[in-house]
């Protein structure tokens, strides 16, 4: 039979065979009817191709599922980026910039600790009045900002230096407090350990 001249196309769902042993009379699973499935019901097909609920809900929760995920028409649509862990630890560092250095003073970002959703990275390109003053060179470049900060040599003089301080105000009045001195203390000792 010839088929009819028009759109009468309609998916051919393949038949799923049982790989359980079980016995041909029973009858063959449908296939899943989840929100990711590629496959409709054919009660969502007409004429073979999908078209949208008329209810006014169910077209507008399509609608925010296909919406992709910007800051808006504001900020020119900034698309949110997604978190690779080097660009994580990117983040990290720009909150904790106040910590880095001590002659700069910046303001905090905000009580929140989370990571920003919106934001875009670039590259920062020197003029050429700046050859000498302002410019990294080659060998100070590096891919990320703290692949850059940990080959910094002030940076980790001054990181040495602050690690250094919190280990001598944090250790109770060196080890002299913890020896045992003269016969008397080794003899205490001996009777605790009874």
Same mark, same amino acid.
């Given at each position: 039979?010839?088929?009819? %001249? ?31 499935? %590629? ?5 969502? $097909? ?11 809900? #169910? ?48 303001? +905090?970002?905000? #009580?929140? #600790? ?34 850059? $900060? ?8 001054? +990181? #040495? ?34």
């Amino acid at each position: 039979m010839a088929a009819p %001249i028009g759109l009468s196309w309609a998916p051919k769902l393949p038949s799923l065979a049982t790989t359980s042993g079980g016995s041909k009379s029973d009858p063959a699973p449908k296939p899943s009817t989840a929100q990711g499935s %590629i496959w409709k019901p054919a009660s969502e $097909l007409v004429d073979g191709l999908f078209v949208p609920p008329m209810d006014p809900r #169910k077209v507008n929760k399509l609608a925010r599922k296909n919406v992709k995920d910007t800051t808006g028409k504001g900020w020119f649509d900034m698309p949110a980026p997604s978190i690779t862990p080097e660009l994580k630890k990117d983040l990290e560092i720009l909150q904790l910039r106040h910590v880095m250095d001590p002659k700069r003073h910046f303001k +905090r970002a905000g #009580k929140s #600790k989370a990571l920003p959703r919106y934001f875009q990275v670039g590259t920062v390109v020197e003029p050429a009045s700046e050859f000498y003053s302002g410019r990294l060179t080659k060998r100070e470049r590096k891919t990320t900002l703290v692949d850059e $900060l940990l080959s910094d040599q002030s940076l980790k003089s001054y +990181r #040495k230096r602050k690690v250094r301080e919190i280990q001598d105000s944090r250790t109770p009045g060196g080890n002299q407090k913890w020896k045992n001195k003269g016969k008397q203390t080794l003899k205490r000792a001996k009777d605790r350990r009874k």
